[in-house]
C-alpha cells in the first residue's frame, strides 16, 4: 500500500478549502446568516440593554447552531451527485475517515466563520467582555460538537427523498445537549456563578462524539453509494 | 498471477453471474439497458456488497478488505467526478497522493497536458471524460473498471485509448468495461447479460403515494 492515510485526509481538507475559497458566496452564507438572525432580535424584542444582556447567550447559541445546518445538506450531497464520492471511497481510505474529513472541513469553513463572527455578535447584544472567555470556549466545542453531529446525520440522511428536510429534525434534538450545557455556562458565567462543570460537560460530550460520529457517518456513506 | 471469479445472486438485477480472467485479459460486458452492467462492475469496485456470491483475488475474497481491495482498481463511473471549481491538476491531486502517482504524466498521455490549469467547468464532455480517464491511469492500479470510457470521446482519443488499453494489458493489468459500441480491446472476452423480463420489472418507487414514505 502506498497511500498514507494522514496525508489524504489531508488532501481531502485542502481539496475542500480550495472549494470553499473558489464558492466564497457559499461559504460565507452561513456565517451572514448567523449575524443577520442576531441582529434581528434587538429588533423584535426592543432595545432594552438589560433584556438583551440577559437574552444574548442563548440568541448566539441559537443562530449559531441554525447557521451550522445550513451547508451541511451540500456536504456529502454534492459529492455524491457528481460521482465523487465513489473516487474517495477507491483511493482506499476507510468510509469513517473519509467522514471524518469532511467533519474537519465543515468545521473549518462553517465553524471556525461563526467563531469568529461570535464574538461582534455578543458584544452588539451587549454582553459583558468578562464572559466572552466563556462564551468562546463553549462554542469552540459546540461547533466541534455540531460538525460531528451534523455530518453524522448528513451522510445518514445522503441519498434518501427530501433529506434536506429530514436533516434538521435528525440534528437539532440530537445538538440539544450541547446548546444547554453551552448557554447554561454563560448563564452562570453572568451571574457569577461557577461555569467550569457546564464546559466540561460539554468537553465530555465532545469526546464521546469523535470516534462514535465518524464511525456512523462512515456507514452512511457506505450505505449511501449501494 | 491474478485471478478473478466472480460469482453472485442477486434476486432481480444479476442472477449468478460468474467469471475468471488471468493477467492481461479483458472483458467487455454488454447486455441491454438495465441489465446491470454498471452495478456489476461497482460490486467489483468494492463499492457495493453483492447479496450472494464472491469476488476473489488470486483465490482470496477481495471485498473482505475493501480498503486494500480500492489500491487494486481504478474505477471509472458513469459520471467523471470533477469538481468544476477545481483545476485539472487540482481535480487529480487526490487520487496522485492516494497512488503515488505522476499526474502530469497521466494529462499528457490523454493529450490533456494544455488544459491542466483550467478549471473543469470550462471543459468539454469529452476532455473532461479524458480527465477521468487520466485518473484511471494515475491510480497504477492493475485492474481497471471503466463504465463506458467511450463516452463522448473523439476518433483521436479512441486510438489513445487503444494503445493505452494495449501497454496496460502487456503489463499484466486487467481491463473490464461496460460499452455500447465497439472499443478499441483486441482479442476481449465478451459477457452478454441478459436483462430482465417486463414482468420482473419492479414498480418503481415514484408510484407509491408520496406521503406514505416520509
Redesign the interface.
Same mark, same amino acid.
Not at chain 1, 86 to 94: A, E
Given at each position: 500500500?502506498?497511500?498514507q492515510i494522514p +496525508?489524504?485526509i489531508m488532501?481531502?481538507l &485542502? /481539496?475542500d478549502l /480550495?472549494?470553499a475559497l473558489?464558492?466564497g458566496a457559499d461559504t460565507l452564507g452561513a456565517v451572514l446568516f448567523f449575524i443577520l438572525a442576531g441582529a434581528l432580535f434587538p429588533l423584535a424584542l426592543g432595545p432594552s440593554p438589560e433584556l438583551l444582556r440577559r437574552m444574548a447567550p442563548g440568541i448566539v447559541w441559537v443562530c449559531a447552531l441554525l447557521a451550522a445546518l445550513l451547508p451541511l445538506d451540500r456536504l456529502f450531497g454534492a459529492e455524491l451527485e *457528481?460521482? +465523487?464520492l *465513489?473516487?474517495?471511497?477507491?483511493?482506499?481510505?476507510?468510509a469513517s475517515l473519509i467522514a471524518l474529513a469532511k467533519m474537519m472541513a465543515h468545521w473549518l469553513t462553517t465553524g471556525l466563520p461563526l467563531l469568529l463572527a461570535a464574538g461582534p455578535l455578543a458584544i452588539m447584544l451587549g454582553m459583558p467582555t468578562g464572559s466572552m472567555v466563556v462564551l468562546l470556549t463553549g462554542l469552540f466545542l459546540g461547533t466541534l460538537i455540531l460538525s460531528l453531529i451534523g455530518g453524522m446525520a448528513a451522510s445518514v440522511v445522503l441519498g434518501a /427523498? /427530501?433529506g434536506g =428536510?429530514l436533516l434538521p429534525l435528525l440534528v437539532l434534538p440530537l445538538t440539544t445537549p450541547a446548546l444547554i450545557f453551552g448557554a447554561a455556562a454563560l448563564d452562570a458565567a453572568q451571574t457569577g456563578l461557577s461555569w467550569g462543570p457546564d464546559l466540561e460537560l460539554l468537553g465530555a460530550f465532545l469526546a464521546a462524539a469523535i470516534p462514535l460520529c465518524p464511525l456512523a457517518a462512515g456507514a452512511g456513506l457506505r450505505a449511501a =453509494? &449501494? | 498471477m491474478e485471478n478473478i471469479s466472480v460469482f453472485r445472486g442477486e434476486r432481480l438485477v444479476l442472477d449468478r453471474v460468474g467469471f475468471t480472467l488471468d493477467a492481461g485479459d479483458a472483458l467487455l460486458l454488454t447486455g441491454p439497458n438495465g441489465a446491470g452492467k454498471s452495478t456489476l462492475l461497482r460490486v467489483l469496485a468494492g463499492l457495493r456488497k453483492p447479496e450472494g456470491g464472491h469476488v476473489l483475488w488470486s483465490g482470496v475474497d477481495a471485498l473482505a478488505d475493501r480498503s486494500q481491495h480500492a489500491g487494486r482498481v481504478a474505477y471509472l463511473g458513469h459520471q467523471d467526478a470533477l469538481k468544476l471549481g477545481l483545476t485539472l491538476r487540482e481535480n487529480l491531486t487526490l487520487a496522485a497522493r492516494a497512488s503515488g502517482g505522476n499526474p502530469d504524466l497521466c494529462m499528457k498521455s490523454l493529450n490533456i497536458s494544455g488544459l491542466a490549469d483550467l478549471p473543469a467547468r470550462m471543459l468539454s464532455a469529452g476532455q473532461k471524460r479524458r480527465a477521468a480517464l487520466a485518473r484511471v491511469l494515475l491510480a497504477q492500479a492493475p485492474l481497471w473498471l471503466l463504465d463506458e470510457p467511450s463516452l463522448g470521446l473523439d476518433i483521436n482519443t479512441m486510438g489513445l485509448l487503444g494503445t493505452l488499453f494495449a501497454a496496460h494489458r502487456q503489463a499484466g493489468g486487467i481491463v473490464i468495461a461496460t460499452t455500447h459500441v465497439p472499443l478499441p480491446l483486441p482479442n476481449a472476452r465478451t459477457l452478454a447479460l441478459p436483462g430482465l423480463n417486463e414482468s420482473d420489472i419492479p414498480q418503481p418507487m415514484e408510484d407509491f403515494p408520496e406521503d406514505d414514505l416520509l
Open positions: 500500500m502506498k497511500f +496525508s489524504l488532501a481531502i &485542502e /481539496r /480550495r472549494l473558489r464558492h *457528481d460521482g +465523487s *465513489d473516487q474517495l471511497l477507491m483511493t482506499g481510505l476507510p /427523498r /427530501r =428536510v =453509494v &449501494e | -
